[in-house]
């Protein structure tokens, strides 16, 4: 499978806790973003890398969230002090250079926090 | 701003009918991308269509077809012959070309149920 693939696909972790994602995109994609979705709701941009380079960074991504793209491969999103405010789903997508290609989702990550 | 706005938070169809689902859109690019996409349960986010500001054709794809009304800003995807593994999320997006980074901006999403 060539597909986005994201890890793990469910967190339950206990408020306070640390927790950390990951997201493999298709290899020849430079481009990489993070999603986060709540309930009811669209998809919310996080953050956005061009090879290892983050670019551009939300106001959603408080200083308890970090992230990075090592090499320009797979990323990481991390949460520090998880918070009850944080269940959501995380979505990674990646795309092309090209402006108008398509971005391909990965199938997320589920994270509650108890 | 850019935004994104989807009206109908729930639709039914009836097994092989049509059905549209509306969107609308905000920007003040002349440069943009629409884009539709399918959400199942399970979560993934499925590329259904994609429509370019400067295309002159409506985009079609398979039974996916986006009526693109620049003057009204409005990007209505049009299923046709509904199947039963249609029902799903739907969420129209556009590509924000303002910051270079091409991220998309999401509206809330239509919830689609086809009926047998």
């Known amino acids: 499978d060539t597909g986005v693939s994201q890890n793990p696909r469910h967190k339950i972790t206990k408020r306070g806790q640390n927790v950390t994602f990951r997201c493999d995109p298709i290899?020849?994609?430079?481009?990489l973003y993070w999603y986060r979705q709540t309930l009811g709701q669209g998809p919310e941009f996080l953050t956005y890398f061009q090879n290892e380079a983050q670019l551009e960074k939300s106001r959603l991504l408080s200083d308890r969230f970090s992230a990075e793209r090592p090499k320009g491969s797979f990323s990481t999103l991390e949460i520090q002090r998880t918070e009850q405010g944080d269940s959501a789903m995380y979505l990674c997508?990646?795309?092309?250079?090209?402006?108008?290609?398509?971005?391909?989702f990965g199938p997320g990550t589920r994270l509650t926090v108890l | 701003a850019q935004k994104i706005t989807q009206t109908q938070p729930g639709m039914f169809v009836q097994e092989k009918e049509a059905v549209t689902l509306d969107c609308t859109y905000d920007?003040?690019?002349?440069?943009?991308?629409l884009f539709w996409y399918k959400q199942p349960s399970s979560g993934e986010m499925i590329f259904l269509i994609y429509?370019?500001?400067?295309?002159?054709q409506n985009a079609t794809e398979g039974r996916y077809s986006l009526n693109f009304q620049k003057a009204r800003k409005s990007a209505n995807l049009v299923i046709s012959a509904s199947q039963l593994g249609d029902s799903a999320m739907y969420f129209c997006?556009?590509?924000?070309?303002?910051?270079?980074?091409?991220?998309?901006?999401f509206g809330t999403g239509t919830r689609l149920k086809v009926l047998a």
């Open positions: 920007t003040s690019d002349q440069s943009y991308g």
């Open positions: 997006a556009m590509r924000d070309s303002l910051s270079g980074t091409y991220k998309y901006i």
């Open positions: 429509q370019g500001s400067y295309d002159e």
């Open positions: 997508a990646s795309s092309t250079p090209r402006e108008y290609n398509e971005q391909f």
């Open positions: 290899s020849e994609h430079n481009r």
